[in-house]
């Protein structure tokens, strides 16, 4: 973070809030079922406690949580979710023992070299949200590579969380629009929430819908904190490298289910 200019240009809806989703002929029996919503953030949890159960390194519980991402992106494909992110690396993540950065680094440099080619040919686009100047060239050049290898993907977009900070993004754009005060590019008159928005990393993308968290732990862990602002939270047991299409189902499930109001009146 901290390279970006100015609010982005060309943004859509990425600030307006969410409308009720309408339904459309559904799965199965022809029956109305709502449809997918538009933005579905994951996070990732559970890889540790995976592997310490089968008295493995946690290493290995990083690596089936890989597979897991591959089952949750055909799974979000499936279903005709437009964006899905995934939050894989959190800027509290650098906390973690050398060694295991050191896994999840590699890890990740394996996933965005070797399996970008798979995903682009599903019609998936790569975009790739925090603070990437802390991870090594390398990383960061394979990460550049996805984005511009994928960008004219319209399918799925995939966001990545990369060392990514809800409070971190805040920050930076906070900055960004001081400085932009400071230059005279922006009276302070005219900022609003939408405009805030167009300073943050995801300034072209729309608020996340659903959000869906593994492994028991009910807390959003600094994961999208002002594009959370309405979304719906589901929390499962599952940990994440058990994560299959049965628990993104269930999940989309259980947004069906829910009413949104967005601080409006319960409809009766
Ligand atoms: C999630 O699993 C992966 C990352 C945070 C990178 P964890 O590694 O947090 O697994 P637990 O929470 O220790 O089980
Ligand atoms: C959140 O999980 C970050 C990711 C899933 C990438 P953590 O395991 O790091 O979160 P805490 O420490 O339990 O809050
Ligand atoms: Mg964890």
Known sequence: MGSVPGPAAGTTDAQTPPTPPPTVAGRGNGGAVPAPPGHVALIMDGNGRWAMARGLPRAAGHNAGAEAVRRCVQAAIKRGVRYLTLYAFSSENWRRTPDEVADLTSLLRYYLRHKVAELSREGVRIRIIGDLSR???????????????????????????????????????????????????????????????????????????????????????????????????????????????????????????RERRFGARPTL
């Not at 869906?212 to 589901?234: D, H, K, M, P």
Request: with cysteine.
């Open 135 to 257: 991870f090594d060239v390398e990383v960061r050049a394979e990460a550049k590579r996805a984005e511009d290898a994928t960008a004219a993907n319209r399918r799925l977009t995939l966001v990545l969380a990369l060392s990514y900070g809800g409070r971190a993004d805040i920050m930076q754009a906070a900055k960004h629009v001081a400085l932009a005060v400071r230059d005279g590019t922006l009276d302070p008159d005219r900022l609003d929430e939408a405009l805030f928005g167009r300073f943050l990393l995801t300034a072209d993308l729309p608020d996340p819908d659903l959000i869906i968290r593994t492994s028991g732990e009910c807390r959003l862990s600094n994961f999208l904190l002002w594009q959370s602002a309405y979304a719906e939270l589901v929390f499962l047991d599952t940990l994440w490298p058990d994560f299959n299409e049965q628990h993104f189902d269930a999940a989309l499930d259980m947004f069906a289910r």
